[in-house]
């Protein structure tokens, strides 16, 4: 079985400085990866995935993620923090349980603060 | 502005009964929606997929016989918690997606659900 693990509950960034939000995962087979974002009073949104190809992905808003596979990580990454960045991120990860069925896990969410 | 409209915001009932709600794309045909749900303590689950005119495709573990979602249209979808519990009481989020694979997933708003 699938899971996926953010390590930490909260991230603080000063704005400027780079952001990483970190997540590891495990499956039994080659993962789909994904990160949405909830920010306050304007609901869940999709940001990336990686299926398969170049293991760098560009999503919305400046934000990319790297899949390692080596360490089993899907890190999300943005150069320069905007406070506007400040928000609630999920990772997820997506695979075939041995029952033949999909099966989407999310991880329990790591909350970015963006300090101005 | 929006681009998923999903009705009703907030809604409680009593235990035991059926709920329905919808989730409208405004602006474009939505050829695959999704249902998410997401638990008072933030988690996140990926309930179903749907297609339209096609039965919709649950996650592992969702009960299809408890969460009936209907794709009848490009612009309709709708989920049903059928015989409601206090257990069911969620934040349950629709998102819609364009049936190219390079166009974005829009979400709507989520409905508040409790059940009494």
């Known amino acids: 079985a699938q899971s996926v693990a953010q390590p930490e509950d909260q991230v603080n960034v000063a704005e400027g400085n780079p952001l990483t939000v970190k997540c590891t995962y495990s499956v039994s087979g080659n993962p789909y990866l994904f990160w949405y974002v909830q920010y306050p009073n304007r609901g869940l949104q999709f940001l990336l995935k990686?299926?398969?190809?170049?293991?760098l992905v560009k999503g919305s808003y400046g934000f990319e993620a790297e899949f390692n596979k080596s360490q089993t990580s899907f890190h999300l990454k943005k150069p320069s923090a905007l406070v506007s960045d400040s928000a609630l991120y999920f990772c997820a990860v997506r695979d075939i349980e041995d029952t033949g069925g999909f099966k989407t896990i999310f991880g329990a969410g790591t909350r970015l603060f963006v300090k101005a | 502005g929006a681009v998923v409209s999903q009705h009703p915001s907030w809604v409680i009932c009593k235990s035991g009964t059926s709920v329905k709600i919808e989730c409208r794309s405004l602006?474009?045909?939505?050829?695959?929606m999704f249902w998410y749900r997401q638990f008072p303590k933030q988690s996140l689950m990926l309930m179903a997929t749907?297609?339209?005119?096609?039965?919709?495709?649950?996650e592992q573990g969702v009960e299809k016989d408890k969460f009936l979602i209907n794709h009848a249209s490009l612009t309709l979808s709708t989920l049903t918690v059928t015989s409601a519990h206090p257990e069911d009481s969620s934040f349950y989020i629709c998102?819609?997606?364009?049936?190219?694979?390079?166009?974005?997933?829009?979400f709507g708003d989520g409905t508040r659900l409790s059940i009494l």
């Open positions: 998102s819609a997606k364009g049936g190219f694979s390079n166009q974005p997933q829009h």
């Open positions: 602006d474009f045909q939505a050829t695959t």
């Open positions: 990686y299926i398969t190809g170049d293991n």
């Open positions: 749907s297609n339209e005119g096609s039965k919709a495709t649950y």
